[in-house]
């Protein structure tokens, strides 16, 4: 039996609504009561230290001898002690290893956490951000196989995502139905549950699937898994592609523009702004089709497709500066908040700077764009929605901006357990900083690893190992006021590795047993070197 179909059938068989739990619980109880307390503690560290280690990370501030819930009472008059912001992210991780396991179910708004038989929002698994968020720091933060439960859900829901994109192509692009109802690709809504799916509409346009599909990218970015790449990440990124491509107008013969389209749960005059072309679902085109043609080159495919996307590429227009100076959230929008609600939790038209990389470095009136606009947006909203703005100005590299919100975060959206609130208690908001904490301490989604491109003031010394960058190496620093001083690399897939660094073309670069490994140098803040899979390599600044 093939992986993919084992995980449909066994999905099916445990989420049968027919079925009565009953006994198949009272067997789990019992075995357990027979284990014993102690030896249950026991395989339970074992089991989640197994992963929970892989991670190190410290900002040299002394571990008060209190209970946790004194600890945060006293960082909420304080917040000049920064072991809650330390603790906050192992917190997270240990969250995403309890909740998100091989044969589970994904991590819903709740985790596996609730004191109701119906969870708020019935702890679904919400496509316009939500659920993308729990797994955003998965794979930087050395956790990528807690990310396996989603690509299993998406195993056993690709089937009926498939009809519903045939049924929305129908309804809005009739004229675009592929005679192979595969070849419309698939699509996702919001509003998901382990018993169903949704397809896109009223508050959230069809971006929710290439936001999607953005987690499949990047696990085969962090992991270098060609065979994740060829029989998972490929075919879903080529599907969803398929669907947007229908969803695509043209306006004239150099733009073509989604439509209908929304931005995530943007209200105008008290109704859900439908439109054509938000940004929102510009840029995931965008994203989405960029990545494909990556996996295109990467696996050596060629086919009609292939010209179609680059094709439509440059004609997506995704990123528009306004005359506030703002990043547009509605192509018809000129001033800054003119549409919708001007303080919105959701920063959906930033979805290019962050989890896309659209916006970068190599974009600058775009990330001075993005920069104002977030201070536009402010921070006074919802728990999930500081995390987003958190990573948000990670990447920005304003990285004193990132901490202001994350202690905002702590002192406002955390309660005494540190579970985190919406309100009420969701814990994207626990897996979205601590996917923020990472973003600040390491980036690579530009072609080359940046080493602590956001530190903040507050995190003068300090030290992490453990930590993923794309092309699957494993990052280990030590800073002493604010200046890293020592480097390791692992490198567990070989091929090229870039750093970016102040000045690290005047560092040494040596093997474990100090022989010089030679290294070209871009600029003096840029090198490069080839790496042999499972060597460690080092670097004294």
């Given at each position: 039996m093939k992986r993919s179909s084992f995980f449909r059938r066994r999905a099916q068989k445990k989420l049968d609504p027919n079925s009565f739990p009953h006994e198949k619980v009272s067997r789990f109880i019992q075995a357990a009561e027979h284990k014993g307390y102690e030896n249950l503690k026991q395989s339970h560290l074992e089991d989640y230290q197994s992963l929970f280690s892989r991670v190190k990370l410290q900002f040299n501030a002394d571990i008060p001898l209190k209970p946790t819930k004194q600890v945060l009472k006293a960082y909420q008059a304080d917040a000049s002690h920064h072991y809650l912001e330390e603790l906050m992210y192992h917190y997270g991780r240990y969250l995403l290893i309890s909740t998100s396991r091989v044969g589970t179910l994904p991590c819903g708004l709740q985790g596996v956490w609730s004191q109701y038989e119906v969870t708020p929002f019935t702890g679904g698994f919400w496509h316009n951000i939500n659920v993308q968020m729990n797994y955003w720091g998965a794979f930087n933060s050395n956790l990528a196989e807690t990310f396996t439960p989603y690509v299993e859900f998406f195993d056993a829901y690709h089937t009926k995502a498939n009809r519903l994109a045939t049924k929305y192509l129908k309804e809005h692009h009739p004229n675009a139905l592929a005679k192979d109802s595969l070849e419309n690709g698939w699509t996702i809504g919001t509003g998901t549950t382990p018993y169903k799916i949704v397809g896109p509409g009223g508050h959230s346009g069809p971006g929710t699937g290439a936001l999607t599909t953005k987690m499949f990218w990047d696990y085969y970015e962090f992991t270098m898994d060609t065979t994740f790449l060829k029989e998972k990440a490929f075919p879903a990124i080529l599907g969803m592609s398929q669907f947007l491509s229908k969803t695509l107008?043209?306006?004239?013969?150099?733009?073509?523009?989604?439509?209908?389209?929304?931005?995530?749960?943007?209200?105008?005059?008290?109704?859900?702004?439908?439109?054509?072309?938000?940004?929102?679902?510009?840029?995931?085109?965008?994203?989405?089709?960029?990545?494909?043609?990556?996996a295109y080159k990467i696996l050596d495919i060629q086919d009609d497709f292939k010209k179609t996307v680059e094709e439509e590429l440059t004609k997506l227009d995704p990123i528009i500066i306004g005359k506030s100076g703002q990043i547009k959230e509605f192509r018809e929008e000129e001033y800054y908040g003119e549409i919708g609600q001007k303080n919105h939790r959701h920063i959906s038209h930033l979805c290019a700077l962050y989890p896309g990389t659209l916006i970068n470095s190599s974009t600058p009136k775009w990330m001075e764009a993005s920069k104002l606009t977030l201070d536009l947006r402010g921070n006074n909203t919802t728990g999930w929605a500081m995390a987003h703005r958190m990573n948000a100005r990670a990447r920005t590299q304003e990285g004193d901006k990132a901490h202001e919100v994350?202690?905002?975060?702590?002192?406002?959206?955390?309660?005494?357990?540190?579970?985190?609130?919406?309100?009420?208690?969701?814990?994207?908001?626990?897996?979205?900083?601590?996917?923020?904490?990472?973003?600040?301490?390491?980036?690579?989604?530009?072609?080359?690893?940046?080493?602590?491109p956001a530190l903040p003031k507050a995190w003068r010394d300090g030290v992490y190992s453990g930590l993923i960058a794309r092309g699957n190496f494993e990052l280990s620093v030590v800073w002493k006021d604010g200046k890293a001083t020592a480097i390791e690399i692992l490198s567990r897939s070989g091929g090229s590795c870039k750093l970016r660094y102040l000045n690290i073309s005047d560092a040494k670069l040596t093997t474990?047993?100090?022989?010089?490994?030679?290294?070209?140098?871009?600029?003096?803040?840029?090198?490069?070197?080839?790496?042999?899979?499972?060597e460690r390599y080092y670097i004294n600044m």
């Open positions: 107008l043209p306006v004239n013969d150099s733009l073509l523009l989604v439509n209908p389209s929304a931005s995530p749960e943007q209200k105008h005059n008290g109704d859900n702004y439908i439109t054509a072309g938000t940004t929102f679902d510009q840029e995931l085109v965008w994203e989405n089709h960029h990545d494909l043609l990556k994350y202690t905002k975060f702590i002192k406002e959206r955390t309660l005494p357990n540190l579970w985190t609130t919406h309100p009420p208690f969701q814990i994207d908001g626990n897996f979205g900083t601590m996917a923020g904490v990472s973003e600040m301490l390491i980036q690579s989604h530009q072609g080359y690893i940046h080493l602590l474990k047993t100090g022989e010089i490994v030679d290294f070209e140098e871009e600029n003096s803040d840029t090198i490069s070197f080839q790496t042999i899979k499972g």
